[in-house]
């Protein structure tokens, strides 16, 4: 079977680059900092990907996003199958562009300066 492109937004254009899922793979790799590589990392980065996790989907849940208990599930089983990926990005898009900017920025990670 063979698993549809995903088709979502672009979230940064920074010099006209897209980086459209740079979001959704933000979270993966969180969860997979918290849950799949404790034991290699710190507990100040166990804390740090706990509390973006927690902070992203906050966004995504008040965007409507209703799965996330399946996703930090298949996150802490090392789930790896495209749909995974598929589930970050919906969750993306229900976080909604502007605040995950904002997000993005209280981490540290550069953002551009609109919305655009």
Known sequence: MTQAPLR???MFKPDGATFGLIPALTL???GDALYIDPPT???ESRELAMRFLDEF??????GGFAREDILRSRMARGDASPSLLDDAGTAQQAAGHQALIEL?????FPAPSSAA
């Open 41 to 43: 990392g710190t507990p």
């Open 104 to 108: 993005f920025r209280s981490f540290g």
């Open 28 to 30: 993966l790799a969180a």
């Open 8 to 10: 979502f937004p672009p």
């Open 57 to 62: 989907f906050a966004l995504a849940r008040a």
